[in-house]
């Protein structure tokens, strides 16, 4: 018999039942853990896909915690400057930033986890603590996570309830950006050292958060549409001063090398806006306003020299301006704005402290140009209206960012015209926004102003957004829907849409709500968000025919590269050309400025139009010769203007009396080292011409000088050498930030670009160096780079560019740029001989 036949039928028995007690068990314990989790009712963790090559499928933070405040501690610790005294050891120049945070959210969904955004961070302590009981709750994991999603993922042992408050406090380091994003290191050359055996290189910390980087600064919930009140403390040397989003409330020394900033309460923000900058920078005497203490800082040289004076003297006129346009007051007592020696964007609107580039904010009488004084003055009214749009009420994802950008530019297009009535602003913003969106617009690869939401997730789509389509057609579309409401319909309701959602997040749908409100105030009948979505939600624009034998009206999309009917044939390009004919009397600024905006296309494929335009300016030229060899300029402003365009077209396309002016002009300039406006709206010429000798001096008056005009002026004049061997060394020179300032890069390939010798350098060495020349403007640098190609091989080899590089940011603008390459190869191919024939004939 087996061994089984011994065991007793009792145990036998026993066992039966011991087992089906466990099962049992089992099955209740399984039930009542559905049960319980079903009452907690979690929100289960985001969940990222693990087959896709691709991003994430789920990158946007839960929406169960909702931030109220941020208290946070920030010391950079680099130095200012660095001693060079004889048996003084130099202190070793540092990157390190240390920090803590404490962040007071609430739960609206019951949840054991807690997602937020870092990035860059070390994280050295941390703790979350219920403030109803002030009891500390026991965090069981913690962890990043390795995608663009940059969640900081922090998991309890306990749930978070229900409509409790909780508080998580985080301590780490980081280190100072060097590529201009988020908490950045920028460095400036004083004119004399302080101190014998200092160095005249200056260091100062600053921020540029929008849109994402906030989280390399703090961890934080980096969203716009989770607002919150800002505590912010600022450790900094002594010697130096910290600026914030608020006016500081204390300053004290901690000890013999540090001293504490510590900021009033910000209003209710959004996470891009924080903003603060440690420098030895000095301000200019208040900008008058009734309320605000406005003040502009810049460097020492610069603020003694008086460069920021025109600034000052026009920021409150232009903050009054909107107070009184809008009736919303601005909402705090400060205003500060700065002029930044490095920055990526030209502005950054940070709540309180704007910041700029130092071209965008800095004016020097008889140096700086008039189209300088302009568009510091648009900037500026530009970011101040953001304080309103954008500020105040902010958009709700950045798919939608066209509400802030498009009314800024809209905005500051009334508000100059308001302070600076001699500009004609109106005039110029039709001339300058309309074609620049008309371009980008006639293209299959644009996008609608109101992308869907899920196509905008990540940092580098969200950076693809910021182009002409949002800032242009943004503001082109308010002000046709301006046209169609009526202006002061159109004012009204947009009174009542930041009054409605002020310090909140607002959507488009939002906007036309409100002013569908101000419509029907005023007894119109126009259904505002039936007109207006196809405007934001499609691409392109219509071309409208009118059959004038039977009164037909029928549109259809304007597309360049279209297989079917479109440029692009509607009509024959000599009748477009022939209408520049008119130009030999013309005068007035905004027909030449729009002809010779579109003659550069011609330009660009043939490098044909240089006789033609050398006859059409000949008479235009003599007209201001006299204030021109005199170093003057005609009263009328729009004349200023036409004066600038004459002495430049003249130039860059061989008028013997031009050329001999900028010469002589420029050799004087070489020989007694003095400087005047028209020697620097001349100084490609001579460069243009000359060699070694010319270039050099230009390159060395560009490191010497420490005037903004002048150096953007010979940063784009030193591109204009033909000799090959000079451009290959001025690209080498973008390499290099102790040379050429990271936020000038992609603009100094894209001036050599525009010089036929340089075309093809510069489409090689972005290749070579696009890790580093990307961190820059990518998008703009691929639209200078590309925009002579018109061959199957140029089309061939971008084709390769977009699948064999990480193009980031750039992603949409090489996909413009293939389709209008494309553009080029179909249009030339079609126009070439009739449009060589044109030019050759006006020229015979």
Same mark, same amino acid.
């Given at each position: ?8 039928? $009792? ?6 039942? !011991? ?12 039930? &009542? ?13 985001? $969940? ?49 930033? @240390? ?5 007071? %959210? ?30 500390? &709750? ?11 999603? #940059? ?39 004083? #004119? ?103 003040? @502009? ?123 600076? /009535? ?11 926004? *309309? ?54 319909? *159109? ?9 409605? %959602?002020?310090?909140?997040?607002? #959507? ?33 624009? /219509? ?14 999309? *304007? ?64 007209? *201001? ?35 001999? !002016? ?45 005037? $903004?005009?002048?150096?953007?002026? &010979? ?77 199957? =091989? ?44 044109? =030019? ?5």
């Amino acid at each position: 018999m087996a061994k089984e036949s011994f065991i007793s039928k $009792t145990v036998a028995i026993t066992f039966v039942v !011991m087992t089906c007690s466990v099962i049992a068990g089992m099955i209740t314990m399984i039930i &009542l853990y559905k049960t319980q989790i079903s009452e907690l009712n979690p929100t289960p963790r985001p $969940t990222f896909s693990t087959t896709t090559t691709g991003p994430p499928p789920v990158m946007r933070l839960p929406k169960y915690l909702v931030p109220e405040t941020y208290t946070v501690y920030l010391q950079p610790h680099l130095y200012t400057k660095i001693i060079e005294k004889v048996n003084v050891t130099s202190p070793n120049q540092t990157l390190l930033f @240390t920090g803590n945070s404490t962040v007071v %959210f609430h739960c609206v969904q019951t949840t054991r986890a807690i997602y937020l955004h870092s990035k860059d961070l070390t994280i050295m302590d941390s703790s979350v603590v219920s403030l109803k009981d002030n009891a500390r &709750l026991k965090i069981n994991e913690m962890k990043h996570h390795e995608d663009v999603s #940059d969640f900081l993922e922090i998991q309890l042992n306990e749930a978070l309830e229900k409509g409790k408050n909780y508080s998580l406090f985080l301590s780490f380091q980081g280190e100072m950006s060097q590529s201009l994003d988020g908490l950045y290191l920028s460095s400036y050359h004083a #004119d004399v050292a302080a101190e014998e055996g200092d160095s005249r290189e200056r260091f100062l910390a600053a921020t540029n958060m929008e849109p994402t980087e906030t989280r390399r600064v703090f961890p934080c919930f980096d969203e716009p549409e989770m607002k919150a009140v800002f505590h912010v403390t600022i450790v900094h040397r002594i010697g130096t001063r910290a600026l914030g989003n608020e006016q500081k409330s204390v300053s004290n020394m901690l000890d013999d090398y540090w001293q504490y900033t510590k900021f009033n309460p910000t209003p209710k923000m959004s996470t891009y806006l924080f903003a603060f900058v440690v420098s030895e920078f000095e301000q200019s005497s208040s900008s008058p306003h009734d309320r605000v203490d406005i003040q @502009t800082f810049a460097r020492p040289e610069a603020i003694k020299a008086r460069h920021a004076d025109y600034a000052a003297s026009i920021t409150g006129k232009i903050l009054s301006f909107y107070e009184k346009y809008l009736e919303i007051n601005y909402q705090q007592k400060t205003l500060d704005q700065i002029a930044l020696p490095d920055l990526a964007p030209a502005a950054m609107e940070n709540w309180g402290l704007v910041t700029y580039q130092e071209g965008a904010l800095l004016y020097e009488e008889g140096v700086s140009s008039l189209l300088e004084k302009e568009w510091i003055a648009t900037l500026i009214a530009h970011e101040l209206a953001h304080q309103w749009f954008g500020n105040l009420v902010t958009m709700k994802w950045w798919n939608q960012i066209w509400l802030n950008e498009g009314f800024a530019t809209y905005m500051a297009t009334i508000a100059v015209e308001h302070v600076e /009535p001699m500009f004609q602003m109106t005039d110029v913003f039709v001339m300058r926004d *309309f074609q620049q969106a008309f371009e980008e617009d006639a293209l299959a690869s644009s996008h609608p102003l109101n992308v869907p939401e899920q196509e905008i997730q990540t940092s580098s789509a969200i950076i693809g957004m910021f182009d002409s389509i949002t800032y242009s057609k943004g503001a082109l579309v308010l002000r046709m829907l301006a046209g169609l409401v009526g202006k002061t319909t *159109f004012h009204n309701g947009v009174k009542i849409y930041l009054r409605d %959602f002020m310090y909140k997040n607002a #959507d488009q749908n939002d906007l036309w709500d409100s002013i569908q409100k101000a419509v029907e105030m005023d007894n119109g009948h126009t259904e505002v968000a039936k007109v207006m979505e196809p405007w934001t939600n499609q691409i392109g624009y /219509p071309v409208i025919t009118i059959n004038t034998t039977n009164g037909e009206i029928y549109q259809k999309q *304007f597309l360049f590269n279209d297989t079917a009917e479109s440029e692009a044939k509607l009509a024959n390009v000599t009748l477009a050309l022939n209408l520049t004919r008119f130009l030999r009397n013309e005068t007035a600024y905004i027909p030449w400025e729009s002809a010779i905006r579109n003659l550069k296309y011609f330009d660009l494929m043939f490098d044909r139009s240089e006789a033609y335009l050398r006859e059409q300016v000949t008479d235009l030229y003599k007209y *201001f010769r006299n204030y021109t060899d005199s170093s003057t300029v005609p009263e009328d402003h729009s004349l200023q203007h036409s004066q600038i365009l004459a002495i430049d077209v003249a130039c860059s396309n061989g008028l013997p009396e031009c050329i001999s !002016m900028a010469s002589k002009m420029y050799a004087n300039w070489m020989k007694i080292n003095g400087t005047n406006t028209y020697v620097l709206y001349t100084l490609w010429t001579p460069v243009a011409a000359g060699g070694k000798k010319e270039w050099e001096f230009a390159w060395d008056k560009f490191q010497s000088t420490t005037d $903004t005009s002048e150096k953007d002026q &010979l940063r784009s004049a030193l591109a204009c050498t033909k000799k090959i061997w000079l451009l290959n060394r001025y690209l080498e020179y973008t390499l290099d930030p102790e040379k050429i300032r990271l936020m000038e890069v992609a603009s100094t390939i894209y001036y050599i670009a525009r010089n036929v010798a340089g075309q093809a350098l510069t489409w090689n060495f972005i290749r070579a160096h696009w890790d580093y020349v990307s961190e820059g403007d990518a998008a703009s640098l691929i639209s200078g780079v590309t925009s002579r190609f018109s061959t199957q =091989f140029e089309l061939e080899e971008l084709e390769r560019f977009s699948t064999d590089y990480i193009l980031g940011s750039a992603d949409r603008a090489v996909n413009q740029a293939i389709e209008q390459t494309q553009v080029n190869i179909q249009w030339v191919a079609e126009h070439k001989d009739v449009i060589l024939e044109w =030019f050759e004939a006006q020229t015979a």
